[in-house]
């Protein structure tokens, strides 16, 4: 369970991209139209630095479940239709053996979310996550679709605060009939 705090602890360089990305200048026009209407499925690739807390008790075998919440940047660097950057805030159990599930939201500028499931192996340096787009609000009203991400490195200092970076986050979404 230590590397996988030891990851997380990179994730503090997370608060400093996302103070990084609050006091960046607007992104192009482009990044700002809103998402296209219909069923057109687009593709995205982000990175995602994030920062946060960890509670852990033990389990048998010596291992240890864990809560994380982490939050940090989400930028986006493909795709259009979708804002730039967003805020990213998830909560996750890790089993400590197998599993990781867990939820997110990522808020943009404008305050509009989007709401994903997430799965996958456990919060660890390597690992992979996939994840499930169930929804959003404003402009990503009636928005699904998935994508994944593997942690670039998580680092967890032992001190209940956990850092990491993804790299490879890729997906793709659409808006059903609920867009506006």
Do not use: C, K
């Not at 991400?149 to 490879?168: K, M």
Request: glycine letters at 16%; zero cysteines.
């Amino acid at each position: 369970m230590s590397r996988t705090v030891s990851a997380l602890v990179a994730a503090g360089l997370v608060v400093s991209g996302a103070l990084a990305f609050a006091s960046r200048a607007q992104a192009p026009a482009a990044a700002q139209m809103p998402a296209p209407a219909g069923h057109d499925w687009r593709s995205f690739a982000a990175t995602w630095s994030a920062t946060g807390q960890l509670e852990s008790l033990p389990t048998a075998g010596g291992g240890a479940a864990s809560i994380v919440h982490f939050s940090g940047a989400v930028v986006v660097t493909t795709g259009i239709g979708l804002s730039r950057g967003f805020r990213g805030d998830a909560i996750a159990f890790d089993d400590g053996r197998a599993l990781t599930i867990g939820r997110s939201v990522w808020t943009d500028q404008h305050g509009d979310q989007i709401f994903s499931e997430m799965r996958g192996e456990p919060v660890q340096t390597g690992r992979r996550l996939d994840a499930t787009i169930t929804g959003g609000t404003g402009r990503y009203v009636g928005i699904d679709g998935s994508f994944t991400l593997t942690w670039q490195y998580v680092v967890n200092p032992g001190d209940g605060t956990i850092q990491g970076r993804t790299a490879g986050l890729e997906g793709r979404y659409r808006h059903g009939t609920g867009q506006r």
